[in-house]
């Protein structure tokens, strides 16, 4: 089993920046691919960065070029640094792993607040 602890997150201005980080424990070795998704109230859960099976990388595009997603495979880590945040962006953010089998694992979330 993987196990996902996350951290950061908060209150900020617009225009400031947030960096989550996402550690993940256990059968790392199952993990195909790692991401950060969030929700805002009334909406549907969505992707907003991740690295796909081929290592490639995605972004939704309303983060695009403010937004990056970075790993250190030696602590087995997986950040989201967010950068010139907009009210838009607030939501709870969810780290998630897919495994190889296609099994979801998703971590407890945590809130983003963007507001002056």
């Known amino acids: 089993q993987v196990q996902l602890v996350e951290s950061g997150g908060g209150l900020v201005q617009p225009g400031g920046s947030l960096r989550l980080s996402c550690a993940a424990s256990?059968?790392?070795?199952?993990?195909?691919?790692r991401g950060w998704y969030r929700q805002a109230p009334g909406k549907e859960r969505e992707l907003v960065a991740a690295?796909?099976?081929?290592?490639?990388?995605t972004y939704v595009d309303s983060v695009k070029g403010r937004f990056t997603i970075s790993r250190d495979n030696a602590k087995n880590t997986v950040d989201l640094q967010m950068n010139s945040l907009k009210p838009e962006d607030t939501a709870v953010y969810y780290c998630?792993?897919?495994?190889?089998?296609?099994?979801?694992?998703w971590g407890q979330g945590t809130q983003v607040t963007v507001s002056s």
């Open positions: 998630h792993v897919r495994l190889f089998w296609g099994s979801d694992i």
């Open positions: 256990g059968s790392i070795s199952n993990i195909n691919a």
């Open positions: 690295f796909t099976s081929g290592r490639s990388v």
